[in-house]
Structure formats: structure tokens, C-alpha cells
């Protein structure tokens, strides 16, 4: 086997002798003939050419035979000639002795211009020894063989140097597997060399080489397809030092074509060409793969070299895997720049190659020609193009693995989707996703948008039951670690949920297919039904693929798209009982915090609800007050009508909830904060569909140690989640006496009035730290009064507005309802001119048919006081007293006496109590208790005569009442008496008669004995 230089030399010395020959021969046979022709001896009967090829053909074509001298051969011979499409058959002599060795070169020169660039050599009979590569592959052309030899081009095309080991081609034996084959040289020259061992010639082996030859112009490849097709495609750059290496740079816009050498003639045998290809540029936030494919069934040959295969009969079994190593033509696919990397494909054969797709943006193809093949049609071509994909850094970060991924919550978006690979998979090789989240809180939800995994077709014998995985399989393992493993053996559950098949199939939420790209649909994918839900915080997928299908796209036999999310568990606090969002918080376990709403998905509205009320409950010590500040709120209801609306009282300085009625809507979103003491409950706050960033902030203060903090929204849309409505809050309990301190009560023991003083000296507030110093001063006491009593209070102050109290202090005295009619709301200030007497009465005096003894609860009312932290300090005084009603309603709405009312202020309408009457201390707004007349020794005499009188009329009236109904019940019992003796004397019939003369005796209403008993 000679060497390409050594080729090189020897078909440049053939060259060399031919001119030689020509130039000392020229004036008498060679010199008037031209090139590529054969001129005859005969000088008598003048110069005759004939074409070289038909040089010792067999018959005499010179008049004096000299074409067929004895023994010749066409063997060791130079043919060239002018180009064009002219083709001149050869049949190659055999050897002439059956068992010498036989060797013969054959040399063919396309001499440039006019004679041609390049040889096309068709082969239309071969028969050379016996193609053995199934019995013995080390040696399966050992009858003999043909080379054909090619020197390394140096043609401005391909601008190569002399590799730096020289190139040994194989060679062809046996028959010629097809009509024809046809050979294109890169370079100028071709040498054909036969070989035949003499052992190797027996009768029975037969010698045919019969082709064609021409010489042809060098336009790109060969004028195969027109200049404008190759225009449109990016053909590579040869790589120096190397026969056939390529290296492509990009293949965008103009897509890449790979081709095998010579094409679309046969290559040579033992070659190895390795094709790079590369795209260089990629755009930001996008990946590239990239894509090879072939449409055209006739533009892949590899033949596979098998006994008894077809693969060498064009189009008769298609492209296949099974190509034995050594023997078998191939072309590899590997996903990288280099044999290290996974290997996508390999096949032989012809037909359409289905798409190869890369998973970056590096290919290595790789072209394998064997040793030794029978002689027939080879050749490849491949287009390549690039396929851009979203970049799925922001989703997932690729390991070194070339399909393993790690989703971690702590650095990617908590929400993505996962698709399987769209490039082609190795045989035996897996995708794994690892999901970590951010805290040992956080939990993975996942649901189906779609899966697809194909099975084998299955014989008659196989029953339904048996459904293996044939193709891939998909396997998800549940965990309760909190960090990363290396292996996804390992810390993983040992039983994890597998899918493949058609039957075995996850649970699906085929709907959310029609809302790409985030595949967030319209109506929430329910768990369990429809989705999983990972018991701890990471998760794992693992897809395998088991088989290639022989070179097809694996992604249309399996697929799936997956959408995750990390779900938040997290809460602070306590959690009370089973509710679900309910939270409790200590002032002896911490003092201050921040709390958030839930992130919890699922109680959301695209989790699957439609409300949410959380409740948080702040308990401090007796003497603690709580603040809460919310700010980063979002509780916009966007374009939807709701009916409410966030205000700023300015008289209490507090967040407030104006609901109108004219809006028919239950859809909402607020957060209330409620304060608790004893049996009674106030809102200090309340914001509603509205958004605000973090400088904008509300601050709920409470005047006890009990709050509750309420987050509700009402009907939700499929869509709508924590993003949507959300709040962060600072909550702390501090110290505050002040309230207590600094108030003065006069009222001792079971009093039934008294007077509440109240005094802060100027500037002085209930805070006592920096920023607090901006919140108003607040303060409340509660007035309570004695069973069967009703309460009277007033003070002296301004009606209130917006500007008449910057420096005063705003006082509201309420009962259970601070919008009820017994309120008041008023200013009191130092500088007041003018003011007037604040008058207020308990909730239950405006009752007129509730009497507050029935329920034998007690009467009370709130003083409640705002104030900014700068206000200007006064004194405030209260005045209270118990009162009762003159005059009551029964249940018949009937007005009746109060017996109890003796001393009554006429301007109040109002009973006091006997004590308060000429005390010396006016208690009657217009001192009615304390005049003259009525306080008079006199007049007060005749005030106790008038009561002595009252009682004794009283006690008489209910003497005679006692009287008359003494002498009812002795009559009614004389009566019954008399009945039961004559019931023992008559005869039954007579009872009617007896019964009716007994009603005449009935007593009849009178004046004296009233049918209607007046009771209180």
C-alpha cells in the first residue's frame, strides 16, 4: 500500500516522462498527435492518431496493428485529454498469467485549461477477487483489490498543505454492487491501482475492469447543482493538513452543507473526515442548537459492507444503527467539538435522515469510510442549520452533565416550565431536574400540560397487562432533605413514581395547554386531582431515554411540558387551632416582628379559592399597647367595581372603610385591625383596594393589649394570587400608663356620679422615642353605671372640624356604636371662646321599649380622646351622673309611671337620684335641684310628705287587691262544693242544666275588680 507522497512522486514522474517521451519523439509520431492520442508506425502510409484509450483494447485500430503489439497492456499507461463531455471507454487488461501477482496502474492528468481540471472516472464492470469482510475482517479483499490513489489537492479551492502523516487508501474487491459508480477526484490526477496476490488467481476467479473516463472544468463541486443553489449555503473551510476536514464557522443565516469527498461521486476508502461545526453568534438571553437533517433519500450512501444486507441497494432498507465497527461505513454525530462528547447518532445505509438536533451550539460529524468495501455508490450530504431557543438560565442552571439541571428557588424564578429535550438523546441516557427550595418550608407543584410516550407495537402473545418501557421512561422522587444531591439515588425515596407507556401515564391538566407560554390557566389545576405536590422541600425528575428508534427525532415518541411552582408554607407566628392562616403572636415571646400575608398558593384564587381571612392576633401584657405599620400594600381590585373605598378620618386619625351602597359587588380586599378589652371590640384601622409603595405607610394604634389584624379578599379570579394582594407589616408592644396616670376620678364606692379630670402637661405625649413623637396622643375610659340605671355626661367644648382643633383636643364619647345617636364628637382646646355644654346620654336611654333591667345588664359609655403629640395641654373635665326615665313603655307600648322617679330634672326629662337632690352641688343642667323653691326646709318637707303619701296610697291599692282576690277564691270554692253534692243526687242527663244555672252565680267585671293587671 503506497503512501499519498509516495503517490504524489510517482504520478508526477509518469507526468514528467510523457513530456520527456513527447519531446524526443514529436517529429516523427508524437509531435503532429494530440494530446491523449495514440499515433501508429506506419510512416508509409502517413501520421495516424487514435485516442490513447484504445491502446491494446483488443482490436487493431492502426493499419499496421502497431495499437496491439504482443503482450501488451494497457497497464502503466498515462491518459489525458481535452475536456468535455466526451467520455472514453477503458477496459484495463488482467493479468496475462494466472498464478504470478499481478499489479497495474492506471494514471489519468487533467492537464488545466482546454484538457480539463479534474477526472470523472465511471466504473461500469468490476470483478476483482472476493469481498470476505463477514468471514474474516481483517482481511476481506485478500484475492485482490483496486485503489484508487488521489495526492492532496492544492488548488486554490481548497488551499491544503501535505498532511503531516501521509494517507494509505483502501481499496474495492468483489463485484460491483450496482449498475455503475462514479468517482470525482479533488485534484488533477487520478491513479488506479490493481492488486492481485498470485495465490490469489484460480480458475474459478474471474478479472473485469471496465470504465469510462473524462476530464471535466473545476466549477464548485463539480457542476452538480448551479452556482446560485451553492451560493446559498455555507460550505466550510478546509482545514490545512488534513484530506477532508472541514470547520464551519456558523451556519446562520446561510445554513451549512456538509459533503463527503468527491461528492457526489464515491470516496475514498479508509478515510476519517471530521466536520466542526459551530455557531459563534448567539443572542443575548437566547441558546442555539443546532439542527441536521437530509430530505433527500438519494444524497446518503453508506454502504454497510454485510452479506446478504440491502443497505447497498439505494433506498432498499433506509438509514440504520446497525453498522459493525471496522468493516461498516458510518457517520457519527457527537454532541460537542470533540469524540469525548456524547454520541447523538450513528448510522449507515440511504434514505432520508430524520432531524438531529443538538443540545448547544457545537457538532462534531463525523464521516468513517472502511478499509476495504465492495465497489459501489457512496456519498453524503447533510444541510445543518440553527435553531434559536429562549435561554433557560433564568429557569434552571445546567450542571456539567450535558442534560442535568438544578431549579433552585434561592436563584432562579420561583415559577417556570420545564420541557423535555428537543435535541436528540443517546441511547441509555437521562435528563434529570433537580428542584430546591429556598427554605425547609417551600413545597413543588407540579402539573402536566401534556406527555407523550410511545410504545413498541406489541405481538399477539403479549398480553395488555404486560406494558413495559420501551422507549423512555419518566421517573419523580419525593424528598424531605433540604440541599442538593449529588446522585439522584441518593436521599431520594426508593419507590418513585414511574411513567412510561401509554397506560401508565401521570396525572394530566390537559387544559392549561391552550394558555402558553406560562401554561397558567383559566381555571386552577386542582390537587390532588389534577397535580402533585411535593411533601418536602426538593424534588427530582428523571427522564431516560432507552432506545434511539434508529435515527428519528425521539422527541415525537417522548415528550412532556411540566409547569412548577415553589410553594411558600412559611407563617410566622403561632399557628391557632386548624386554621389555616391564623396566627398568634406574644409580646413575652418578642416584642416587635414583621409579618406578611400568606404565600401559600393554594389559598389563592389561582390555587383553586376564590376567598381568603387571615387573622392575626397581637396579645401584650395588661399594661402594652400595639402598633401596627403596613406599608409594600397591594389590595387593588384593578378595573373591577368594589364597594369600598380607603379614607383618612381626620377627627379620630384613623385608616377608615367607606362602603357604598349604590355598588352590588362582594368583591373586595381589605386588611381591619380590631382591638378586644372585656366583652367590647373597636376598629382602629382599616385600608381597602388600594396600592402603596414602602415610604407610604399606615400605622394602626391600639389603646389595649388585644388586637387582631384581618386580611381578606372576596372572590378572586383564577388568575389572581399573593402578587396581586400582599402586605408587609412591623408590629411592636410597648409600655403605656400614661392614659392612667394622669386622669383623676372622684367617684367613691357605689356612687351614682362623679367627675373625670384630665391633664397633660404641654407637649407631653404617650411616646417617648423619636419617630413615635409624630402619632397623636390617644386615651379612653369607660364609664360604667349601676343596674337598672341609665348614664347623663357633658363637658364643655366646640363643635369640631377639620381646622378649629390643630391644637386642641378632639373628645368622642360613644357607646357600643360610635356612629349611633348617642355619640358626640367635640373640640377642647385652652384658648376656647364661647364653648358650650356638651350633653350625651347612653345608647339605652334613646330605647324606648328596651328597659335595661330585664336583662339586669349595666349601662356605660366611652370617652375617647385624640390629640396631635404638639398640642397645646388643658385640662379636661367630665361630669357624669346616673339617671333614670320618668316615664317607661310596656309591652302593649302603653306609658306607665316610673314610681321610682321622685326627683327629676325637667330640662333633662331625667330622673336623679334622692341623694343628689339639694346636695349642694348642681347636677340639673339649669341647677333645678339646687333652687330655692325645691330645697326650701319647707319644700322639703312636703317633698317626703308627698312621698309618705304616695306610699300609703300604693300600699292600699295593693291591699284592696289582696282583699278582692280572697274573696273570688272563697266564692269559687263554695261553688264547686255545692256542684259535687248534687252530681251524687241527679241523674246524669241533668249535669248540663246544673253546670249552666252555676255560670249565673259568676262573678261579672266591675270597676271594683279590673280585668287588666298593670304590671312594670
Known amino acids: 500500500m503506497s503512501g499519498l507522497c509516495s503517490t504524489t512522486i510517482e504520478v ?5 516522462f510523457v513530456l520527456v ?54 497497464c502503466n499507461q498515462t491518459f489525458s485529454g481535452l475536456g468535455g463531455g466526451v467520455k472514453h471507454p477503458l477496459r484495463v487488461t488482467g493479468p496475462s498469467q494466472r498464478f504470478s501477482p499481478f499489479s497495474c496502474r492506471v494514471h489519468f492528468v487533467a492537464l488545466g ?15 476483482i477477487g472476493e469481498f470476505e469482510g463477514n468471514r474474516d475482517p481483517s482481511a476481506p479483499c485478500k484475492k485482490g483489490h483496486l485503489r484508487i490513489l488521489e495526492p492532496v489537492p492544492v488548488s486554490p479551492d481548497d488551499s491544503l498543505v501535505a498532511p503531516s502523516t501521509p494517507l494509505h487508501f483502501g481499496g474495492f474487491c468483489g463485484r460491483l454492487a450496482e449498475r455503475s459508480a462514479t468517482f470525482y477526484s479533488k485534484s488533477s490526477n487520478v491513479t488506479l491501482l490493481v492488486e492481485v496476490p498470485g495465490s490469489a488467481v484460480t480458475p474459478s476467479s474471474a478479472f473485469s475492469l471496465f470504465l469510462t473516463y473524462r476530464f471535466i472544468s473545476r466549477t464548485p463541486y463539480l457542476r452538480q447543482q448551479p452556482l446560485s443553489f451553492l451560493q446559498n449555503f455555507e460550505m466550510g473551510n478546509a482545514v490545512p493538513g488534513t484530506f477532508c476536514d472541514r470547520v464551519f464557522p456558523s451556519c446562520n443565516p446561510k445554513p451549512c452543507l456538509i459533503r463527503s469527498p468527491n461528492f457526489p461521486g464515491l470516496y475514498p476508502r479508509n478515510l476519517t473526515c471530521n466536520y466542526h461545526l459551530k455557531q459563534m453568534q448567539v443572542a443575548h438571553s437566547r441558546s442555539a ?62 434514505g432520508v435522515l430524520q432531524s438531529i438536533v443538538s443540545s448547544g451550539p457545537e457538532v462534531l460529524v463525523q464521516l468513517y469510510s472502511a478499509p476495504y468495501s465492495v465497489l459501489g455508490s457512496s456519498r453524503v450530504e447533510i444541510e445543518a442549520t440553527v435553531r434559536f431557543e429562549p435561554e433557560t438560565v433564568s429557569y434552571m442552571q445546567k450542571e456539567r452533565s450535558r442534560c442535568s439541571y438544578v431549579i433552585d428557588a434561592n436563584r432562579h424564578r420561583r415559577q417556570g416550565v420545564i420541557v423535555s429535550p428537543k435535541y436528540t438523546m443517546p441511547e441509555n441516557s437521562s435528563c434529570t431536574y433537580k428542584f430546591i427550595g429556598a427554605s425547609s418550608y417551600d413545597r413543588i407543584w407540579i402539573y402536566f400540560v401534556s406527555y407523550l410516550s410511545r410504545t413498541m407495537q ?28 449529588v446522585d439522584i439515588s441518593e436521599g431520594f425515596d426508593n419507590f418513585p413514581m414511574e411513567f412510561c407507556g401509554e397506560t401508565r401515564i401521570p396525572r394530566m391538566c390537559p387544559h392549561t395547554a391552550d394558555y402558553p407560554p406560562m401554561y397558567s390557566p383559566g381555571r386552577p389545576c386542582k390537587f390532588p386531582e389534577e397535580s402533585y405536590l411535593s411533601s418536602g422541600p426538593t424534588f427530582a425528575m428523571k427522564h431516560t431515554f432507552l432506545t434511539t428508534l434508529d435515527v428519528v427525532d425521539l422527541f415525537s415518541y417522548s415528550n412532556f411540558i411540566v409547569r412548577y411552582e415553589f410553594v411558600d408554607t412559611r407563617q410566622d407566628g403561632v399557628a391557632i387551632g386548624r386554621t389555616e392562616c391564623d396566627r398568634r403572636f406574644d409580646s413575652r415571646t418578642a416584642k416587635g416582628g414583621f409579618i406578611s400575608n400568606p404565600k401559600n398558593i393554594f389559598l389563592y384564587g389561582r390555587g383553586g379559592r376564590q376567598n381568603i381571612s387571615c387573622a392575626f392576633h397581637f396579645v401584650g401584657l395588661p399594661s402594652e399597647r400595639v402598633r401596627i405599620t403596613l406599608f409594600n400594600m397591594r389590595l387593588s381590585m384593578g378595573n373591577s367595581s368594589t364597594n369600598c373605598q380607603s379614607k383618612f378620618d381626620n377627627f379620630t386619625q384613623r385608616h377608615v372603610c367607606r362602603m357604598s351602597g349604590d355598588i352590588h359587588s362582594n368583591r373586595s380586599a381589605f386588611i381591619r385591625g380590631i382591638e378586644y378589652w372585656d366583652s367590647h371590640s373597636s376598629e382602629i384601622g382599616c385600608v381597602c383596594n388600594t396600592t402603596s409603595e414602602k415610604p407610604h405607610k399606615f400605622v394602626f394604634d391600639s389603646l389595649v393589649n388585644n388586637v387582631k389584624l384581618v386580611f381578606s379578599v372576596n372572590e378572586m379570579s383564577a388568575l389572581e394570587d399573593f402578587t396581586h394582594f400582599n402586605f408587609d407589616a412591623k408590629f411592636e408592644f410597648f409600655n403605656s400608663t400614661f392614659c392612667d396616670t394622669h386622669v383623676f376620678d372622684d367617684r367613691e364606692g357605689l356612687s351614682t356620679e362623679g367627675t373625670i379630670e384630665f391633664h397633660v402637661p404641654h407637649g407631653r405625649t404617650n411616646f417617648t422615642s423619636g419617630k413615635d413623637m409624630l402619632q397623636p396622643l390617644r386615651c379612653r375610659w369607660q364609664v360604667s353605671a349601676l343596674t337598672e340605671r341609665y348614664l347623663y355626661l357633658h363637658f364643655k367644648g366646640l363643635d369640631v372640624t377639620t381646622k ?31 364653648p358650650r355644654d356638651i350633653k350625651v346620654f347612653s345608647a339605652s336611654w334613646f330605647n324606648d321599649t ?6 339586669d345588664r349595666k349601662d356605660f359609655l366611652f370617652i375617647e380622646i385624640v390629640t396631635a403629640s404638639n398640642w397645646k395641654g ?35 326629662g331625667a330622673c336623679i337620684d334622692p341623694h343628689l337632690w339639694c346636695d349642694g352641688v348642681e347636677h340639673c343642667p339649669t341647677g333645678f335641684d339646687e333652687s330655692p323653691v325645691n330645697c326650701h326646709p319647707l319644700a322639703k318637707g312636703m317633698e317626703y310628705l308627698s312621698l309618705v303619701v304616695t306610699l300609703v296610697a300604693i300600699g292600699m291599692f295593693l291591699t284592696g287587691i289582696l282583699i278582692a282576690w280572697a274573696i273570688v277564691r272563697h266564692r269559687h270554692s263554695h261553688r264547686n262544693h255545692h256542684r259535687r253534692d248534687d252530681n251524687e243526687d241527679d241523674d246524669v242527663n241533668e249535669d248540663s242544666d246544673d253546670r249552666t244555672k252555676n255560670y249565673d252565680h259568676r262573678l261579672s267585671p266591675t270597676e271594683d275588680y279590673p280585668m287588666e293587671n298593670h304590671t312594670r
Not at 40 to 66: A, H, Q, T
Not at 113 to 127: I, P, R
Not at 326 to 341: A, E, H, L, M, N
Open 12 to 16: 508526477t514522474t509518469v507526468l514528467v
Open 21 to 74: 517521451l513527447g519531446s524526443a519523439r514529436g517529429a516523427v509520431m508524437w509531435g503532429r498527435c494530440g494530446t491523449g492520442e495514440w499515433g501508429c508506425f506506419g510512416l508509409e502510409l502517413g501520421l495516424k492518431c487514435i485516442p490513447l484509450n484504445k491502446y491494446c483494447d483488443g482490436v487493431r485500430n492502426c493499419p499496421d496493428g502497431s495499437d496491439e503489439p504482443p503482450d501488451c497492456t494497457n
Open 113 to 127: 485549461g482546454d484538457f480539463g481540471d479534474a477526472v470523472e472516472l465511471s466504473f461500469l464492470a468490476f470483478q
Open 289 to 350: 442548537t443546532l439542527v441536521l437533517h437530509q430530505t433527500n433519500d438519494y444524497k446518503i450512501s453508506v454502504p454497510s459492507n454485510q452479506r446478504g444486507s440491502s443497505s447497498s441497494q439505494r433506498g432498499s432498507a433506509g438509514l440504520t444503527t446497525d453498522c459493525p465497527d471496522g468493516t461498516s461505513d458510518q457517520v457519527r454525530v457527537y454532541d460537542g467539538p470533540g469524540k469525548d462528547q456524547p454520541l447523538l447518532a450513528k448510522f449507515c445505509g440511504d
Open 458 to 485: 406489541k405481538s399477539s402473545t403479549v398480553t395488555e397487562d404486560d406494558d413495559t418501557c420501551d422507549y423512555s421512561k419518566l421517573e419523580m422522587f419525593n424528598s424531605h432533605d433540604k440541599w442538593p444531591m
Open 804 to 834: 378649629n382643633c390643630k391644637n386642641g383636643m378632639i373628645v368622642i364619647v360613644y357607646g357600643e356604636d360610635r356612629l349611633s345617636k348617642s355619640s358626640a364628637m367635640a373640640c377642647v382646646s385652652a384658648d376656647m371662646v364661647e
Open 850 to 855: 328596651l328597659s335595661i333591667a330585664e336583662d
Open 874 to 908: 388643658t385640662r379636661l373635665q367630665f361630669r357624669w351622673m346616673e339617671v333614670t326615665k320618668p316615664f317607661f313603655r310596656s309591652v302593649t307600648g302603653r306609658p306607665l309611671r316610673n314610681v321610682e322617679c321622685l326627683f327629676e330634672c325637667p330640662e333633662l
